[in-house]
């Protein structure tokens, strides 16, 4: 997929975010690309908390619907979930949300990265001092 044009952009209208499958609202800021992808052009749309939370991910620019889902979960039971009052440890259940919370997943990537340190991965706060070499993992 080659990138023609990246920018942010105010709706005119109702979209569908790409990555989530949830509304863009009109006057809502989002993430507008062109790109070209196996000889035919389309236009993708995101919110700016989906772009977030998709940066975590190396194939971020390749993200299906169902891969940003599946991201959403794993990064939420990993890092959110068990923090979480509406988590119940036993069952392994949210209380309130089926999947995963994305309004949580995105304050929480608001202050972390997710950095790899000797092959392992690892959540710092964002600022905090590191002594041993890593290298950062998501693309903001």
Not at 27 to 34: G, L, M, P, R, T
Not at 92 to 112: N, P, V
Request: proline share 3%; charged share 30%.
């Amino acid at each position: 997929m080659d990138i023609i044009n990246r920018c942010i952009r105010k709706a005119k209208k109702f979209y569908k975010c790409d990555l989530c499958g949830e509304l863009i609202a009109p006057k809502q800021s989002h993430y507008y690309a062109f790109v070209k992808d196996r000889g035919k052009t389309k236009s993708i749309r995101w919110h700016k908390h989906c772009n977030l939370i998709a940066a975590q991910s190396p194939s971020f620019h390749m993200l299906t619907e169902e891969d940003f889902s599946n991201l959403c979960k794993s990064l939420c039971k990993e890092y959110v979930c068990p923090k979480c009052k509406c988590y119940n440890v036993e069952t392994e259940k949210c209380h309130i949300h089926a999947d995963y919370c994305i309004d949580k997943l995105y304050e929480f990537f608001r202050s972390h990265l997710i950095i790899l340190v000797d092959n392992k991965l690892k959540c710092v706060e964002r600022g905090e001092k590191i002594e041993e070499p890593f290298e950062i993992i998501n693309i903001i």
